[in-house]
């Protein structure tokens, strides 16, 4: 599977590009947002990569970086979303935009994107919120990744498998959160975590 694309941008149009490699050029799609903020062309860009397979279909979805290439992979988790929903959604609605409306229980916000109805709102909500949840609140959902989406949620998880609480896991981690430099480091959240909790 291609994981990442770094080569000569060669060509944009409508919600594709192409990239030249080594001249090999890779067509990848991509939420309008991110196309938006691509170098000129002739320059060099590097893609974060989902490979899509299908029975009928292989196709390639670029981001600019590896957070929002997560948040789609994470859409396209939910059922009765596919790639082309995914990259309307993330079309119209930011990273932070999305968790804030996923985290809030907010359907309206999310039928803002083509494609996106009621059901299908409440349906992104209902599948999502408990891993958006499990991101400590202190953290603010509104400055947390993906990655960090589910480095917490991870946390959590363990300190239960270890016989806490899910209320005193959320709050250790959510404490842990505050004291580690990299919020998407699951094993230094969980050995931060335990410290607060062993205090106790």
Known sequence: MISQIRGELAGVGGDSIVVDVNGVG????MPLSEIGRLPGEGEEVRLFVTTYVREDTLALYGFLDAPQRDLFEMLLGVSGVGPRVA????????????????????????????????????????????????????????????????????????????????????????????????RSDTGKIVRAALRFLTKK
């Open 26 to 29: 890779y067509k990848a799609f």
């Open 87 to 182: 990259l309307a959604i993330l079309s119209v609605l930011s990273t932070d935009e999305l968790l804030n409306a996923i985290g809030n229980e907010d359907a309206r916000v999310l039928q803002r994107a083509p494609g996106v109805g009621l059901k299908l709102a409440q349906r992104l909500v209902l599948e999502l919120r408990d891993r958006v949840a499990r991101v400590p609140r202190a953290a603010g959902i509104a400055g947390a990744t993906p990655s960090d989406i589910n480095a917490a949620s991870d946390a959590v998880e363990a300190l239960q498998s270890l016989g806490y609480k899910q209320n005193e896991a959320s709050k250790a981690v959510e404490q842990a959160v505050e004291a580690v430099e990299d």
